[in-house]
């Protein structure tokens, strides 16, 4: 028996969408962060920051799925990108003037 653990309510509660992204071309998800995170460049302000949280919230959950199955360095490298996903958001939430 699986224990009840937060990781697998969260695993399982996850497995609808990410069968759903894995049935997807592998172009697919991909090109929809991008255009999420080219938009929140784009567009200043809240909408920005909303594309933006919308990207960094995504690629957290995928991060968080995957955890267990990276090395160190993949680790390490996906969390900079999630720290530069969440960085752009504030910025475009709190822009220098």
Known sequence: MVPNTLRSRIDH???????????????VPFLLLLTLLVAGVVISGPTGFALMA??????????????????????????????LAVVMAVVQLFPRT
């Open 13 to 27: 509660a996850s497995l609808p969408l990410m069968t759903k992204l894995s049935e997807l071309p592998r172009l």
């Open 54 to 83: 919308v990207a960094a919230a995504f690629v957290g959950w995928v991060l968080y799925l995957s955890w267990p199955r990276l090395t160190s360095s993949e680790r390490i490298m996906r969390l900079a990108v999630l720290l």
